[in-house]
């Protein structure tokens, strides 16, 4: 099967600092692509997505970035706050088929 | 943003018993949800996928005999843990599909004794 996979397991920032998640994927026909954050004993809860007509997308707080060319996703989360705090994971997807990362947790620092 | 709840949070029960995890998705209508299991520090591990008025497809190595999913509505998906044993302790989280994206519930943590 296809592989989602991020490069870093862990990350602690500094409260303020902004924090950027990486991934890679393997399918380069994946057109949709998505990070979740999920908290301890809570399930994945959306925070952005991308199609892969798109190399970036902005939310609040957070952007999304797509180079297609090396199959690398990532997540810039702007001013961390101690609530993001979690894990994040990425997911690619086609249709029905959703292949997600293992996550990477991140820690932030007061 | 969509809403997707799952019943119950919390479940202990003793092996050989069965338990049923109820999700529904509250604002909107979801013809296509998920059923998940995962296990600690570890990513998602896709169980099922469940259409509405259809058998669920399962995905390879899940028993579909011990893991009974239905889907009656499109509101509501069920699964049931038949005969529960200890290893089949472990978090349940189902999620919705609504337009390209999957909505996810707060998941049920099941530990059977």
């Known amino acids: 099967g296809e592989s989602v996979g991020l490069h870093l397991p862990t990350l602690s920032v500094q409260e303020g600092d902004n924090s950027i998640i990486n991934c890679a994927y393997s399918n380069s026909a994946s057109d949709y692509f998505i990070w979740y954050k999920q908290e301890s004993g809570k399930g994945p809860q959306f925070i952005i997505d991308?199609?892969?007509?798109?190399d970036k997308r902005q939310g609040q707080r957070v952007t999304v970035l797509l180079n297609k060319t090396v199959k690398h996703l990532s997540l810039q989360i702007a001013a961390t706050q101690p609530g993001d705090s979690a894990v994040y994971f990425c997911a690619e997807a086609t249709g029905n088929q959703f292949y997600f990362g293992t996550g990477t947790s991140l820690t932030v620092i007061p | 943003g969509a809403v997707v709840s799952q019943h119950p949070s919390r479940v202990i029960c003793k092996s050989g018993t069965s338990v049923k995890i109820e999700c529904r998705s509250l604002?909107?209508?979801?013809?296509?949800m998920f059923w998940y299991r995962q296990f600690p520090k570890q990513s998602l591990m896709l169980m099922a996928t469940s259409n509405e008025g259809s058998k669920a497809t399962y995905e390879q190595g899940v028993e579909k005999d011990k893991f009974l999913i239905n889907h009656a509505s499109l509101t509501l998906s069920t699964l049931t843990v038949t005969s529960a044993h200890p290893e089949d302790s472990s978090f349940y989280i189902c999620s919705a599909k609504i337009a390209d994206t999957q909505y996810f519930g707060p998941g049920t943590r099941l530990t059977v004794l």
């Open positions: 604002d909107f209508q979801a013809t296509t």
């Open positions: 991308i199609r892969s007509n798109m």
